[in-house]
């Protein structure tokens, strides 16, 4: 199975401003996937990224919001924009190896206050 | 109605004891299932995959499905520990919009010595 890393960890951030995550994949993977998962709550799909094409959301999630790049096989960023205590989260990267196994990383927690 | 329904738990077992975790879905396009465990802050770690009725077993685990009821089981045989974690149901329909997983809320399980 990949290995996925996420940076950063975990932050905490000031209401209004934006934060930039970083998932990296040992091996180059076709699709990659962004998840939050929120106090006591299952994990939702926020956006699918495909290498080369503009990310797909999911309902309830706009591109302003969270900007996804997608510039290479083994590398994608989630941002969170004009981030408010709401957005406070834990949010995960996932990959599939072109099956129906997801991988994901450790995720990033995020605080916002 | 959520698509797919998870006692959060706690649930709470002496060690070597025989532990069923369950989800129930809504949709009959869901075919292919899945179970992960998380460790407190940690990403979900798929253990076990599906996608027929029956029974699938991997040492001390079986994952069991019964679409006609639309019910999936994990049994965890000899419970120890280190099996404390939540742990997630998460299904795949077929409907050409990708691998999208639908979680379940999670169960969280604690193994007592």
């Known amino acids: 199975s990949a290995v996925i890393s996420q940076k950063p960890s975990r932050d905490i951030c000031q209401r209004g401003t934006s934060l930039t995550i970083q998932c990296q994949v040992d091996s180059q993977v076709t699709m990659m996937f962004w998840y939050r998962q929120q106090p006591g709550q299952s994990l939702t799909l926020i956006a699918t990224a495909n290498q080369g094409s503009e990310a797909t959301y999911e309902s309830g999630f706009v591109i302003d919001k969270f900007p996804i790049s997608r510039p290479n096989l083994t590398f994608s960023t989630l941002t969170v924009s004009n981030m408010s205590p709401e957005d406070s989260s834990i949010y995960l990267c996932s990959v599939d190896d072109n099956s129906y196994e997801q991988y994901f990383g450790p995720g990033t927690r995020l605080t916002v206050t | 109605q959520k698509e797919v329904e998870q006692d959060p738990g706690p649930l709470s077992v002496p060690e070597g004891a025989i532990v069923s975790l369950n989800c129930t879905y809504s949709?009959?396009?869901?075919?292919?299932f899945m179970w992960y465990r998380q460790y407190s802050r940690k990403g979900p770690e798929l253990l076990m995959y599906?996608?027929?009725?029956g029974n699938k077993e991997d040492g001390r685990f079986t994952a069991q499905v019964d679409k006609s009821s639309k019910y999936i089981s994990l049994f965890i045989r000899d419970s120890q520990p280190s099996d404390s974690a939540t742990y997630l149901c998460a299904l795949v329909a077929l409907t050409g919009g990708g691998n999208k997983l639908t979680f379940g809320t999670g169960t969280q399980l604690k193994v007592e010595l």
């Open positions: 949709n009959s396009a869901f075919q292919y």
């Open positions: 599906t996608y027929s009725s």
